[in-house]
């Protein structure tokens, strides 16, 4: 059974960082672009970034977080991650990561998500 987990998240000050993991469990994810999205109380899920497979160079990183949050994988570990520095309290919200068509311009989630973990940024 295909499943994707995220982990990383927790309580940050502003301008504290985290580092976010995306694994998976029965499937190789350097064959698969990547995405990271979130979702705050109330709001619509955001894109926030993605990484193609490991045979395609695409990248998308959204304009809220462009400077901030940087997008990588290692396959050795079967693993990408999410890092984010300079973190504000507008980016509380729940991560979750998922198979996704990652274009320059933007990314769409696809069939397989993890559960989510909270990111909460207050002082």
């Known amino acids: 059974q295909v499943q994707l987990e995220e982990s990383g998240g927790g309580l940050v000050q502003p301008g504290g960082s985290l580092r976010l993991s995306c694994t998976a469990s ?21 894109g926030v970034s993605c990484v193609g497979s490991t045979n395609r160079s695409s990248t998308f990183t959204a304009d809220s977080v462009k400077g901030r949050f940087t997008i990588s994988r290692d396959n050795t570990k079967n693993t990408v991650y999410l890092q984010m520095n300079s973190l504000k309290p507008e980016d509380t919200a729940v991560y979750y990561c998922a198979t996704a068509f990652c274009t320059s311009g933007g990314v769409v989630g696809l069939a397989y998500w993890g559960q989510g973990t909270q990111v909460t940024v207050s002082s």
């Not at 994810?29 to 709001?43: E, M, S, T, V």
């Open 26 to 46: 029965a499937f190789t994810l350097g064959h698969y672009a990547i995405g990271w999205f979130r979702q705050a109380p109330g709001k619509e899920r955001e």
